[in-house]
């Protein structure tokens, strides 16, 4: 792979979820090619700690939950003043029996996924989204399990519920702010060895990531809700 093009002064990315995994890999992806990065965490000694140690020109750390509605208003007025190229939201987590069915699934399990993958992302949306300059990016990161014409193996049902719910809460996010001209993206990253996406899956974060952060980047002054794989390639709603 060819060495990624650095980024001209000034360039900036707020990543709201970067404690590790995915949303920790785009930091460092972003900061590699010259991006000022601010992440959010929820606890300290995270990767991104790490990161920002080595690179403090270059990563700073806001701590947020982000199922946690005050948290989130407070870091946003603390950022009131600042305006970034980019605002992504990676936020995610799968129940604690993916084998479940509707019928199976506990109440308990069904209200963190959703309220995580589904409310918290879109409250964080909502909260920093204006903090997108204007023709800039706003991403989520969805999954293509939220495809609700791909689904043909009915697995992962609550999983797939919440990301399907997300796709329709940024579709209506995005009819309230059609005079903005913001690029609005979902993304599907794909299948990646991750802690929640497992050591079976046929990607790396190291493969995947570099193309996550291309695609995110052409969508600037490209205005309109997308739906989009790492490799740049609408996914079927």
């Known amino acids: 792979m060819s060495s990624p093009t650095l980024a001209p002064p000034g360039r900036s990315i707020l990543i709201v979820g970067a404690s590790r995994g995915l949303g920790q890999a785009m930091a460092a992806e972003f900061a590699t090619r010259g991006w000022r990065v601010l992440g959010t965490v929820r606890s300290p000694g995270t990767p991104l700690h790490r990161l920002a140690a ?19 208003r407070a870091v946003r007025d603390r950022l009131s003043d600042r305006r970034f190229d980019i605002v992504f939201i990676n936020g995610g987590v799968a129940n604690r029996t993916p084998e479940a069915t509707m019928a199976g699934v506990s109440t308990e399990d069904f209200v963190q996924v959703m309220a995580t993958n589904v409310l918290g992302v879109m409250r964080a949306v909502e909260a920093f989204g204006d903090l997108a300059r204007p023709g800039g990016v706003i991403g989520a990161m969805s999954s293509g399990q939220g495809s609700i014409a791909n689904n043909a193996n009915g697995v ?15 579709a209506s996010y995005a009819g309230r702010h059609t005079e903005e001209g ?10 990646i060895r991750t802690e929640m996406g497992g050591s079976n899956a046929p990607f790396s974060v190291e ?27 609408t996914v079927p709603w």
């Open 54 to 72: 080595e690179r403090p020109d270059l990563v700073e750390i806001e701590t947020l939950d982000m199922t946690d509605h005050g948290q989130i």
């Open 156 to 170: 992962n049902d609550v999983y797939r519920a919440s990301k399907a719910a997300l796709n329709q809460s940024m």
């Open 182 to 191: 913001k690029a609005l993206i979902l993304m599907a990253p794909g299948w």
């Open 207 to 233: 493969d995947a990531m570099p193309r996550i952060v291309d695609v995110l980047i052409a969508q600037e002054g490209a205005a309109g809700l997308r739906y989009l794989d790492r490799n740049g390639r």
